[in-house]
T-cell receptor
Framework: ETGVTQTPRHLVMGMTNKKSLKCEQH?????MYWYKQSAKKPLELMFV???????ENNSVPSRFSPECPNSSHLFLHLHTLQPEDSALYLC???????????FGPGTRLTVT | GENVEQHPSTLSVQEGDSAVIKCTYS??????FPWYKQELGKRPQLIID?????GEKKDQRIAVTLNKTAKHFSLHITETQPEDSAVYFC??????????FGAGTTVTVRA
């Protein structure tokens, strides 16, 4: 597997469920990102990690909880989500902050 | 924070014609401007980028121009082909790590 992978690709969850999104990068990059992509809106940066340390928490509600156990893996833990949280969640990585960001295929999340 | 406006939101062109997408940004300190292409159901992919010390950059049928004074930059696609149909996003780097994206332009190339 090469590049940036994300699992699952699709997820349907109720508002009381707890689930996790997983991202893995096989590029040897040092920085990883979570973005939210909603229809007709700009990509929204949620979290940034550099060498496993969180650099940015862009005013994201606490029902989203990131985890970066090592430089290759990034998780987004979800609990008590709202229907408006339904979106495509994209993971990205870059060698360093100033370098090109490579995106994963995304997880299409539907909250019912 | 940085605010990136992108126009138009949709663009339909005849195959072989040119397509132009424009973006404006608010933070004069922004110094890096990438363009991403996202085909239906696929991930965004970088197609071209430009840094603030350059006014224009070209890669085959794709070119980007930057006007720092006016704080706007544009993507130009010449001789459009059906495979150019996609959503295109512009972005501006606000600080060391944060990219602010435009809302996207859906380009449809009519055969």
């Amino acid at each position: 597997e090469t590049g940036v992978t994300q699992t699952p690709r699709h997820l349907v969850m109720g508002m009381t469920n707890k689930k996790s999104l997983k991202c893995e990068q096989h590029l040897g990059h040092n920085a990883m990102y979570w973005y939210k992509q909603s229809a007709k809106k700009p990509l929204e940066l949620m979290f940034v990690y550099s060498l496993e340390e969180r650099v940015e928490n862009n005013s994201v509600p606490s029902r989203f909880s990131p985890e970066c156990p090592n430089s290759s893996h990034l998780f987004l833990h979800l609990h008590t989500l709202q229907p408006e949280d339904s979106a495509l969640y994209l993971c990205a990585s870059s060698q360093n902050f100033r370098d090109e960001q490579y995106f994963g295929p995304g997880t299409r999340l539907t909250v019912t | 924070g940085e605010n990136v406006e992108q126009h138009p939101s949709t663009l339909s062109v005849q195959e072989g014609d040119s397509a132009v997408i424009k973006c404006t940004y608010s933070d004069s300190a922004s110094n890096y401007f990438p363009w991403y292409k996202q085909e239906l159901g696929k991930r965004p992919q970088l197609i071209i980028d430009i840094r603030s010390n350059v006014g224009e950059k070209k890669d085959q049928r794709i070119a980007v121009t930057l006007n720092k004074t006016a704080k706007h930059f544009s993507l130009h696609i010449t001789e459009t082909q059906p495979e150019d149909s996609a959503v295109y996003f512009c972005a501006a780097r606000v600080n060391d790590y944060k990219l602010s994206f435009g809302a996207g332009t859906t380009v449809t190339v009519r055969a």
